[in-house]
C-alpha cells in the first residue's frame, strides 16, 4: 500500500508541475527581455482552484506588503482565489527560462509571507538541481 500511495502522490505532483509550467508558458515573460517565466497553481487535493502568473501588471492589495510594482505568480493566484480562500490548500510554482529549461521557483519573501499569513499549507517548487522540492510552513 505504500508504494501504491508514494506512487499516486509523484504522479498527481507530475500533473500539477505539468499544469503549472503551462501557466507559465501562457505569461509573456518577465525580467531583463523577457528571460523567464512563472507560472503558479493553487490545489485543493485533485483540483486546481486558481492559477496565476507573473505579470507586469500590479495589484492594489500588494501595494502595502511591497514596493516591488509588479504581481508574482503565486501573489497572482492567491489574489484571484481570494486572500480568505486559500487555508490548506497546495501551491506549485514553476520558472521556465527562455530556452524551456526549468529554473529555481522558490518564492521570494514577500511571496513567503503572503503564502503564511493566507495559510497555505504546502509550496512544491524547482529547487537548485532542477528537481521537485517542498516546503512546509
Not at 34 to 45: C, M
Not at 96 to 124: E, H, T
Request: charged share 25%; with cysteine; net charge positive.
Amino acid at each position: 500500500y505504500q508504494d501504491k500511495h508514494n506512487y499516486r502522490f509523484n504522479k498527481m505532483k507530475d500533473k500539477f508541475f505539468i499544469a503549472a509550467r503551462a501557466v507559465a508558458m501562457n505569461s509573456l515573460g518577465v525580467g531583463p527581455r523577457n528571460t523567464f517565466r512563472l507560472g503558479a497553481i493553487l490545489v485543493e487535493k485533485n483540483s486546481i482552484l486558481s492559477v496565476g502568473n507573473n505579470s507586469y501588471k500590479t495589484h492594489p492589495l500588494m501595494a502595502y506588503r511591497t514596493k516591488w510594482p509588479f504581481l508574482h505568480a503565486e501573489q497572482h493566484a492567491i489574489i484571484r482565489r481570494g486572500l480568505d480562500n486559500c487555508e490548506g490548500h497546495d501551491l506549485y510554482v514553476v520558472r521556465i527560462l527562455k530556452n524551456l529549461d526549468y529554473a529555481i521557483s522558490y518564492p521570494c519573501n514577500v511571496c513567503r509571507k503572503l503564502i503564511s499569513d493566507v495559510g497555505i499549507r504546502n509550496i512544491f517548487y524547482i529547487n537548485e538541481a532542477g528537481k521537485y522540492s517542498q516546503w512546509n510552513r
